[in-house]
């Protein structure tokens, strides 16, 4: 009977043969993809499993945890309901976004730099508490409220920034949303909330101010007016052609014409005088002469069609198209296919604030252990020097112009010097065009520089969209340097 | 071939009782670690009721241990060991799953105090045994009792009502009151002294007696009755309680016995036959042995992941989140997966040890039954040969059906994981099989001063060149 028994063992053998390589198949082999398929919730519930840490506006955590009764220990909560939401983002079962998404590793504590230290080992040796890291902002609270509730129920950006660092001050898309119901552990109610958000027309959750392009009309000028300074053959004195009315090149008399056909009060005029009222024919015979190549290389030495490193936002490249003759004259007041964020045009504005040195733009002012300790803290760095001081200067000196005594008047401070400049975009047949403000204060020392777009914010009875967005940035740039004093 | 040196020439092999004492503080030493690891992975501290719980694990099996010296001295030194390494783990899992649920349920009873319980029981059972039944042939007489008995246990909870005998939708029960039992697990060492004294009986007329088909040899077709009542058995089971491992377990034994006893490989393809047969009979005939069959195969789709087949989709998600070192005990989250502690232990430890722990305690049962092999070998009576290879079998298939149907390599059955899944019956029960594994080991390693018994006279021809 051995023989028999010993064939029984070999037998047994093959069987357990069997489990030890189906156990490698599924321990092993396909691990990955059962730990990321859709009804593993194991995974969630050790995201969950600690306190993540909380994204902090001046001193108040604009994103927290707090301790819940079910499966998953801690629910995300922001107290400023939509106020931060295009900044933080939000953190739900199923996904994560802004802040929250890009700064994932310091709030969850996976970071290398305290994943150690709030281990269960860590917490052996140093008694640290299971927290994720927290992460503080460069925002200014009151400024953002102030933009939050100065947009109200247009559509929208704005974006606010300190020239001198780049540190982005007030960041407001409008309409927001509330981050609040997404977060929610019912899968299904959470689900639905942000269902309903995506399918909104007016798309609550884009983050308009950094990720949403929209033609820069006449903002774009200041793009031309440095082309056109940086030659050496032009200065703000230089006289433009000004007819009412201009017939493009190689086409069959398509027109060009200036806002509501007027005109520019000369014919030619000075390029400060262009600015300062937006003559729409001065700058297109300026684009004209200087060509789209150069129009092309100076918006990308402002960072058109070039990302921003460590924005830690969802960010979108502003565009200057490849252009013929007849789309070089419409590009250079900001038409044709022409697209920039409200945080690229802010960007053009910070970096003539700052001598023609360009900043790159930051939220994230530092990140903590969750000892608060820090454990980095951004480094203003140079973005990019679009323009020498001189230009500068003299831009600057334009600038001021426009608000004093041309289309941007609406942002003037009482014993601020402001220098900004109006935009009003045409964006298609029958729309309203959208209403753009970009400035800085003060133009001698800026510590401010901002740009306001309102979504068809143009205006039938208001000259240029300095009527709608001026004042919007008038109000927040009096109150950021009023704090500032 | 050479003929063991146990036939005729008396010679005496080394006791190894010490060997057996070292493995087993090796065991505790295990099973303190282990359980001192969940709570301060649960917990993040170690409670003093460690110690009491190393302790009485400690006093138990240093009373199997003295039992074994006292009544059965010869017997394998590995057996006992390898019982307490997966008696460690299984109370340490056990404990790590009350302690999971506490966290969210704080009055939820514990199983981990019961379990040891039934360890209990199940030593005082071991150690009666041994002390009760100084030769293991003396069963041989009550085959046909056993086999009687063996058939009711397992087919009462199908002929009771469902109120007595369903708990969970398995309807695998006996209740009295708060207490449940098993009967599965008592009927399968019943059935298996049965076969083992049946098959002894049998063997000349079941292996002799042939007529060929070809290069068969197959039985006559009288002979065919044993088998055809174990396959009607066993289908029963299969399409009564859609319990495919159950089915797979006693027909296995039985046609594994068979073989063993006959030497006719021709039983083992009859058997083959039978089954692979029957079960799609089954499959076709009976929608809810289809459904299981369903599940298995599409676990992943559609609704099944949140329904029919979330255990066992959970289960191996806790496979995958333990990798190949798992997470550490007590730092995973086996408690996701639903009645984790009786049939989805496995997972669970899978998940906690990784693909180490669960080659590890793979390899534990494998030793386990090879001991029991080696026992069946060495011992010189028929039946004992049988009962040891039939009882080794046992645990071989049993754990195949419970960690296959858990990683899904067949479809999901009821069965436990011996000594580690939680459940009276099962620990029990278990207890006694390795008890009669000692028995017999003992017998085989006995020196040979003991008369040549009957068992040697009536040897098949065989096994004399074996």
Same mark, same amino acid.
């Given at each position: ?221 200041? !793009? ?108 250079? !007041? ?152 | ?92 899992? /056990? ?5 999971? /649920? ?157 073989? /063993? ?102 390899? /534990? ?102």
């Amino acid at each position: 009977m051995n023989r028999p028994i010993r064939k029984v063992i070999l037998f047994c053998a093959l069987l357990f043969g069997v489990l030890l390589v189906n156990a490698t198949v599924v321990q092993v082999v396909e691990a990955h993809s059962l730990t990321s398929n859709p009804h593993n919730g194991r995974v969630l519930i050790d995201r969950y499993e600690r306190q993540r840490g909380d994204i902090i506006v001046d001193g108040r955590a604009v994103a927290l945890s707090t301790p819940t009764n079910d499966a998953l220990k801690y629910l995300r909560v922001y107290p400023g309901k939509g106020l931060f939401a295009h900044v933080t983002g939000f953190y739900s079962l199923f996904k994560a976004t802004g802040i929250e998404q890009s700064e994932d590793g310091i709030l969850s504590g996976s970071d290398s730099r305290i994943s150690f230290s709030i281990s269960r080992f860590g917490q052996l040796l140093a008694g640290q508490t299971p927290k994720g890291g927290n992460v503080t902002l460069t925002l200014d609270a009151k400024a953002q409220a102030l933009a939050q509730q100065l947009m109200g129920t247009k559509r929208g950006a704005v974006v606010a920034l300190d020239p001198r660092t780049g540190a982005i001050l007030a960041m407001v898309s409008t309409p927001t949303f509330d981050p609040n119901p997404l977060t929610s552990h019912n899968s299904k109610q959470a689900e639905a909330a942000y269902n309903a958000l995506a399918h909104q027309p007016d798309q609550p959750l884009l983050n308009r101010a950094t990720a949403q392009l929209y033609p820069p009309g006449s903002t774009f000028k200041l !793009i031309d007016t440095a082309a056109a300074l940086s030659t050496g053959t032009y200065n703000p004195q230089s006289l433009l052609p000004s007819p009412n009315v201009i017939t493009l090149p190689d086409t069959n008399g398509v027109t060009l014409q200036n806002y509501e056909g007027e005109s520019c009060g000369g014919n030619p005029i000075t390029m400060t005088q262009a600015l300062t009222i937006s003559c729409n024919t001065a700058y297109a015979n300026l684009g004209l002469a200087l060509g789209g190549d150069a129009l092309k290389a100076q918006a990308e030495a402002f960072g058109f069609g070039r990302g921003v490193d460590d924005l830690g936002l969802p960010y979108v490249p502003s565009v200057f198209p490849d252009v013929n003759k007849p789309q070089t004259a419409q590009a250079a !007041i900001g038409q044709y296919d022409v697209a920039a964020t409200p945080l690229q045009m802010a960007m053009v504005a910070a970096a003539i604030a700052n001598g023609g040195v360009e900043m790159t733009p930051y939220v994230v002012a530092e990140e903590q252990s969750p000892k608060l300790s820090v454990l980095s803290r951004t480094q203003p760095r140079v973005y990019a020097h679009p323009i020498n001081a001189t230009v500068a200067a003299e831009m600057t000196q334009m600038m001021e112009n426009v608000v004093e005594h041309g289309t941007g008047t609406h942002a003037q401070i009482p014993g601020v010097a402001v220098a900004g400049k109006t935009g009003t975009a045409d964006h298609g047949v029958n729309q309203k065009p959208d209403s753009w403000f970009v400035a800085f204060a003060p133009a001698q020392k800026p510590t401010v520089a901002i740009a306001v777009l309102v979504e068809d914010g143009g205006d039938e009875v208001n000259t240029t969209g300095g009527a709608v967005a001026a004042p919007i940035a008038q109000k927040i740039m009096s109150l950021l340097l009023q704090e500032k004093l | 071939m050479t003929a063991p040196a146990t036939i005729g020439i008396p010679v005496a092999r080394p006791r190894r009782r010490g060997a057996e004492l070292r493995l087993l503080v090796f065991a505790l030493l295990v099973a303190a670690a282990a359980r001192a690891a969940v709570e301060l992975g649960v917990e993040g501290h170690v409670e003093l009721s460690v110690l009491w719980y190393v302790a009485v694990l400690a006093v138990l099996f240093l009373i199997a241990h003295v039992a074994i010296r006292r009544w059965a001295p010869y017997a394998d030194p590995a057996m006992l060991p390898c019982v307490a390494l997966l008696v460690a783990v299984g109370t340490a899992m /056990i404990h790590r799953l009350d302690l999971g /649920i506490r966290v969210n349920n704080p009055g939820a009873a514990q199983d981990a105090p019961l379990q040891l319980v039934w360890i209990a029981v199940g030593v005082a059972l071991f150690v009666l045994l041994l002390a009760a039944l100084p030769d293991h042939r003396a069963l041989a007489r009550y085959g046909y009792t056993a086999g009687l008995a063996g058939i009711v246990l397992l087919l009462l909870p199908i002929l009771l009502p469902s109120s007595i005998s369903e708990i969970n939708g398995a309807r695998v029960w006996i209740r009295f009151g708060p207490l449940s039992f098993q009967p599965s697990e008592a009927a399968k060492l019943l059935l298996m002294m049965f076969f083992a004294s049946y098959l002894v009986q049998r063997r000349p007329v079941l292996s002799l007696v042939t007529r060929s088909v070809g290069p068969l040899e197959l039985p006559r077709a009288r002979d065919l009755g044993p088998v055809l009542i174990a396959w009607l058995g066993s289908m029963l089971v299969l399409v009564r309680e859609s319990d495919l491992g159950s089915a797979l377990l006693f027909f296995g034994m039985f046609v594994v016995m068979l073989y /063993i006893a006959t030497e006719r490989v021709s039983w083992l393809l009859i058997g083959l036959v039978l089954f692979a047969g029957g079960a799609t009979i089954a499959y076709f005939a009976f929608a809810h042995v289809q459904e299981r069959v369903v599940i298995w195969l599409h676990a992943f789709s559609g609704n099944y992941p949140n329904d029919q087949s979330y255990q066992l989709v959970q289960g191996l998600f806790g496979f995958a989140t333990g990798g190949v070192l798992g997470t550490g005990l007590g730092r995973g989250q086996p408690q996701i997966v639903p009645i984790a502690r009786t049939d989805f232990i496995f997972a669970s430890l899978g998940e906690e040890l990784g693909l180490v722990g669960v080659m590890g305690i793979l390899m /534990i049962y494998l030793l386990l039954a090879s001991r029991g092999f080696r026992a069946s070998i060495g011992v010189r009576d028929s039946f004992g040969k049988l009962l040891a290879a039939g009882l080794s079998v046992s645990i071989v298939i049993q754990v195949f059906v419970v960690v296959g149907g858990v990683m899904r390599v067949i479809p999901l059955t009821g069965l436990t994981l011996p000594f580690v899944s939680y459940g009276g019956s099962s620990v029990v029960a278990n207890f006694v099989l390795v008890a009669l594994l000692v028995r017999i080991s003992d017998a085989g390693r006995r020196p040979a001063s003991w008369p040549v018994s009957e068992s040697a006279a009536t040897a098949h021809p065989s096994e004399v060149g074996a």
